[in-house]
């Protein structure tokens, strides 16, 4: 029996080295029955297992100074420099905030999630109010013709809140106008996965990407079809829009997105080859 037992063990660690070190048992599983069940595996989708994510989950910031006012609109319209067609259906609700240029760091920010107190007004601050959980979902852009502390509240370099007037009354008056405030990020919550809402033409395809957890603020997104399209990192047009010029149609497309705490996700095939411009589809979330 000894001898059995050691020619085993040999076996064992003359294979063990050949694994990859991040595979998962319960990923490879999923990802092997996966492509089994769309039509059959192919060589290159022994490769398709999806990485362990090591790195921590998006940690609450610290709590920082800045002000916050309010602005009119609707949700057809507290989305737009981020592209958000409508932040009620998306999502995202009327909780949503416009940054100043100094935290909307050209769109980057575009989905990233801040606690909000009302601080040091109590002729303004609702009293006994419960902080207020935004999601940056467009910019306050500076007002040059006004000084940064007479009107030009989103002037460089102030860090400011314009938040969606709805919003702003569950932690201060109205009339108030402006009111100092304390800030910090936090992880965002959502239900359901990543996603991506495919519009443009065949060639000047746009991905929207929306929906995201964690972080919330994507800083690349990646796509590779099943057939012709090698990886191919996407430019962002504008906020949470990302575009490419090659072709898409006709694959089915996986997407890889990163978040600013270098977390990524990878949505393998969630979008099927016979796609239309205007759907769309859901993917893998930060959880």
Known sequence: MAPLFQALLGSLLLVLPVLPHYVHASEWKKVGY?????????????????????????????????????????????????????????????????????????????????????????????????????????????????????????????????????????????????VPVMYRRVPCQKQGGIKFTITGNPYFNQVLVWNVAGAGDVTSVEVKGRKNLKWTPMKRLWGQKWVTDQKMVGESLTFRVKTSDRRSSTSWHVVPSNWQFGQTFQGKNFF
């Open 34 to 178: 996966n492509a089994a069940v769309r039509g059959g595996a192919r060589s290159d989708d022994k490769l398709h297992v999806v990485a362990r994510n090591h790195r921590p989950r998006f940690a609450i910031g610290p709590w920082k100074h800045a002000h916050a006012t309010f602005y009119e609109g609707g949700s057809g319209t507290f989305g737009g420099a981020c592209g958000y067609e409508d932040v009620v259906k998306e999502g995202y609700g009327l909780d949503t905030a416009a940054l100043s240029n100094a935290l909307f760091n050209d769109g980057q920010a575009c989905g990233s999630c801040y606690e909000i107190k009302c601080v040091d007004s109590p002729q303004w601050c609702k009293p006994g109010q419960q902080s207020l959980i935004v999601t940056a979902t467009n910019n306050c852009p500076p007002n040059n013709q006004q000084s940064a502390d007479n009107g030009g509240w989103c002037n460089p370099p102030r860090e400011h809140f314009d938040i969606a007037k709805p919003s702003f009354s569950k932690i201060a008056e109205y009339k108030a106008g402006i």
